[in-house]
């Protein structure tokens, strides 16, 4: 059997395991995401040795999937960071790289929440917001990768809160963010109780319909897997559904969009990872199809 | 060399070609789109002794695409049309049916303005507004297709018309159409000047570049082709390709997104007529992989 080696680098940790599905993963083993030295060299470390086949990375980006490299990023020391190129030539092995969204979408394909289904979408909403699409099986690329976090969104007429993202002050993300909810209401997610937590709960459950509603008309998805943080607050998978059904006002309001359409993950935390085992063997297909 | 039919069905009227490219089309028959049983036979008539190979038909929607229908439509008596069997029924030749932006973007992807790309999106602003969109060269579908014209944007702060969708009221559609053009200003577009047309166009341009910044962000498309009436009010095209860049807030902020990103269509008129040209020509290829 194959046996894959799978990275997921976030902004503040790293993940690595080895493996050739969720099933036989091995334990994971997590670093800090510190510099880009460091960082890579502690990933080639852990997986020198482990005689695998390939090599999935799903990254936190912007990535220049073309050549391998992360893009330009307020993530100090790591703009235009090779992350393929360094592993390669430590450990000699295809390497398959995509986002880390995309890949959380290519795990919950293959093993979670959207088995057997060639279009969906999968969004995490936590530090930060994004989405990675399934086409025909395929994750979307184009003109770099899909941003989805930063799209615009209208504002609830009682927010009056500016909105956190460096970038875009009140796109998706800067309103809706982990980080969002934390400056808006002085308080985390997770702590927030009673008419708070209520309050949270609706604002967020607008913000990420109206995602939802977007995603429903540009895409077409069959399903959408909401995941990451803030999606686990109570309430917030309902709330979001609730409001999706009222966006959509009928059209195409089709009984799919009420029930069964948002899911949460079903690889719960490890959909990066999996993805990662399915971009490594991507890679080996990839490899054998060009050699 | 093959000789295919293309229709084009909108709303009002119903357009009908033959050939093989856009450059030996014949001349273009229109009629209009009355009731179902009528306007079938007209194109059937039209097309009967042609002698095609194959005919693709690029339609107003929404579309039921494995039933080859009509969805539910406000268009009297047309929900829940077939389409396809009639015309394959008469004629006994390969039928490919997709919707009329999804057409236009396959025209425009064979000999338009998007040559020699396999990600990007027709958007048409006029009567109705709609978006398709090509991924690795295929039509985006999946829970039925997209319906882009619907999705949600923020309200100019100087824009208080109430908007014209009858199921969103004031989504994309509702508020920049054609027909909420006229509704708002009580002009019809082309028949604005001076400052009522130079408030028309950057109204319009806010709203429509919206639509492009959300298209970058969940889809990373490589062009934007915008066609359409409302698409050539003089500026409009000027106009929302600064608002993107705005929009975008140097993030990507690629070069490609400055220039050359948002263009007019290369087909002027027939980008749907050419993209039946290619439904025609899958459906030959489709018949015979499945023979």
Known sequence: MARYGTVEMGGTKTLGAVGSSPDDLSDVVAVPTTDPAETLSQVIEFLDGEQVDAIGIAAFGPLDLVGGRIGVTPKEGWSETDLVGPVRDALDVPIGLDTDVNGAALGEGRWGAAQGLGNFVYVTVGTGIGGGALVDGEPVHGLGHPEMGHISVRRHPEDDYPGICRLHGDCLEGLASGPAIEHRSGARGEDLSGTDLTTAVALEAFYVAQMARNLVYILA???????????????????????????????????????????????????????????????????RSSG
């Open 221 to 287: 998805p069959e399903r959408v897997i909401i995941g990451g943080g803030v999606s686990r607050l109570p309430g917030l998978l309902d709330g979001v559904n609730d409001r999706l059904v009222d966006e959509l006002a009928g059209y195409p309001g089709l009984p799919e969009h009420a029930s069964g359409f948002l899911v949460p993950p079903g690889l719960a935390d490890i959909s990066g990872l999996a993805g990662g085992l399915v971009l490594a063997k991507r890679a080996v297909d990839r490899a």
